[in-house]
């Protein structure tokens, strides 16, 4: 079974502060991919970035920075300096090789930065 | 490129009535789209993988008789939820794999019904 587990449900901070959102996943699969999403109050999906299980190489892009990590089946993001339109929700997912191309979404962290 | 749409945004509509929700990939050719549900403060959770010229696969718990999906061309796909009640209300986002990229996703902006 698929299953991907962000433990944070809300996470205030002050504009600025670095923020860590957690994601830990579970597969059995050996090929899969994992995803982070951001949806604004608007509602709309917006990607994030997208690893596959090979690559466990950390990424940064401007302020957006995540942490792969296989032996502990995390993949955290993490935004540097945050602003206050960093505040959405955001989501964690998952799809396995063999599961079809589905999405396994975790529960979503909403994130409040706050002036 | 790789543009999803959906049509309505919004629609409010009686209880008992049916209303049919359309996605479409604008600038691509999606063999297979899925259906996704949102309630408020929830995550998306996965309806049905809509494959084009072929029957939806639902997931386990989702009445197939009740959401109808209808995959006629490489670039629509449709979401029928017949005699729609209150409990149905909440947020339908679709999403289009491109056929070049198993793996890649893209979603459309969601539509959001509410039933009265």
């Known amino acids: 079974a698929q299953k991907v587990t962000q433990a944070q449900t809300e996470i205030s901070v002050v504009e600025k502060e670095d923020v860590t959102l957690d994601c830990v996943y579970e597969t059995r699969d050996t090929t899969y991919y994992l995803f982070w999403y951001k949806q604004p109050p608007s509602g709309e999906l917006v990607f994030l970035i997208r690893?596959?299980?090979?690559?466990?190489q950390n990424e940064i892009s401007g302020r957006y920075s995540w942490n792969f990590q296989k032996s502990t089946s995390s993949f955290n993001f993490t935004i540097t300096a945050s602003q206050v339109v960093d505040s959405a929700v955001y989501f964690c997912?998952?799809?396995?090789?063999?599961?079809?191309?589905?999405?396994?979404f975790g529960q979503g962290t909403e994130l409040s930065v706050k002036p | 490129g790789a543009v999803v749409s959906q049509h309505p945004s919004r629609v409010i509509c009686k209880s008992g009535t049916s209303v049919k929700i359309e996605c479409r990939s604008l600038?691509?050719?999606?063999?297979?789209m899925f259906w996704y549900r949102q309630f408020p403060k929830q995550s998306l959770m996965l309806m049905a993988t809509s494959n084009e010229g072929s029957k939806a696969t639902y997931e386990q718990g989702v009445e197939k008789d009740k959401f109808l999906i209808n995959h006629a061309s490489l670039t629509l796909s449709t979401l029928t939820v017949t005699s729609a009640h209150p409990e149905d209300s909440s947020f339908y986002i679709c999403?289009?794999?491109?056929?070049?990229?198993?793996?890649?996703?893209?979603f459309g902006p969601g539509t959001r019904l509410t039933v009265l």
């Open positions: 999403s289009a794999r491109w056929w070049r990229d198993y793996n890649e996703q893209f």
């Open positions: 600038d691509f050719q999606a063999t297979t």
């Open positions: 690893r596959n299980s090979f690559d466990e």
């Open positions: 997912a998952l799809s396995g090789l063999n599961q079809g191309g589905k999405l396994i």
